[in-house]
């Protein structure tokens, strides 16, 4: 009797996993359209809506950062009709930025899949004397306070990644608070500021037309997009590696068979060759992970980051 039941119930998840989904599926984006999450978010949709012959509908949730479209998220319905764009800034900076995020990115979540990274680009004026990493560390070393990095916002990558370098190297450049990227450029390039660490896909227009020169990546590798400018590492500064990835979560406790068709689809619609080509030309780098392993990375990074916004100085508002 005991056999029959559980027998009844494996059936009864795996098909209502196989008649997923039956209506229309919410993904929340917990910023404002046009950023990085917005176009992963907007092309899976797009690409799971064909998969999977429902609509897959993108809301902007904004406010307080990524916080509202994320607590928003948190407590939906498992169910698999609400998924949510997950990164390094709600899954991970959020618990070190935030004393109360009302949410845990591992508890409260499921990851269905990592769809990829992408690296930050230490650039500096075009007028700088130095043009590596160890000449501008040099000379940090020997003049405290003298070379300005431009950072954009708290806990942005743009922020920890300057705060990254500044700890690791052992170095005191001063910090210069932007509201965004655009009016952190305009002072870069009239040479009103020294450098800028920014998201590589932004950073390249700048660099390829001599307005500004790279220094390093922040991936563990080489990033395509720049390919002859080498990263921390390879620059002499180990562990200065900071990869933004993002990828796609349900709620937790969302039955698995869902979570199963979800990523089987995810990782098929990703691989065909316009979608890779997008992603692509848009600066990402392709994960690739089991589901174990992209579990195992999530909770590793929500405890890694943390730690060092604490480490930093950093307090949680």
């Known amino acids: 009797m005991r056999f029959l039941l559980v027998a009844g119930l494996f ?9 997923y989904p039956a209506k229309p599926v919410r993904i929340i984006v917990p910023s ?12 899976l949709g797009d690409k799971l809506g064909a998969e999977l012959g429902q609509p897959f509908i993108v809301e902007n949730r904004v406010g307080a950062g990524t916080l509202v479209g994320t607590q928003a998220a948190a407590t939906s319905a498992p169910d698999g009709y609400t998924l949510l764009m997950g990164g390094l800034a709600n899954m991970a900076f959020n618990l070190g930025l935030h004393k109360d995020p009302r949410y845990d990115p591992v508890a409260d979540f499921t990851p269905v899949a990592l769809v990829g990274a992408f690296t930050y680009a230490l650039v500096a004026r075009k007028d700088l004397a130095q043009s590596t990493l160890r000449e501008v560390l040099d000379f ?4 405290p306070g003298r070379l300005t990095i431009a950072t954009s916002g708290i806990g942005t990558g743009q922020h920890i990644s300057a705060v990254l370098l500044k700890r690791l190297a052992g170095v005191d450049l001063l910090e210069v608070a932007y509201k965004g990227a655009q009016p952190a450029y305009v002072d870069l ?7 800028f660490f920014d998201n590589t896909t932004t ?7 001599g307005r500004v020169k790279p220094i390093v990546t922040s991936g563990a590798v080489r990033d395509p997009l720049l390919p002859n400018v080498p990263t921390g590492r390879e620059a002499g500064v180990e562990g200065l590696v900071l990869d933004s990835w993002m990828g796609l979560f349900a709620p937790a406790k969302t039955p698995r068979s869902v979570v199963q068709r979800l990523r089987a689809a995810t990782l098929k619609v990703i691989d065909l060759p316009d979608a890779r080509q997008r992603f ?5 780098r392709e994960i690739s992970m089991s589901q174990e392993e992209t579990a195992a990375f999530v909770q590793s990074e929500a405890q890694k980051w943390p730690a060092f916004l604490k480490q930093a100085g950093i307090e949680a508002q």
Do not use: K
């Open 140 to 143: 940090a070393r020997a003049n």
């Open 32 to 43: 404002a359209p046009g950023g990085g999450y917005d176009f992963a978010g907007r092309l």
């Open 203 to 209: 950073a390249r227009p700048f660099i390829a037309d």
């Open 11 to 19: 059936a009864a998840c795996s098909a209502f996993g196989q008649a």
């Open 189 to 195: 390039l009239a040479g009103r500021v020294d450098l």
């Open 280 to 284: 692509q030309s848009g600066g990402w």
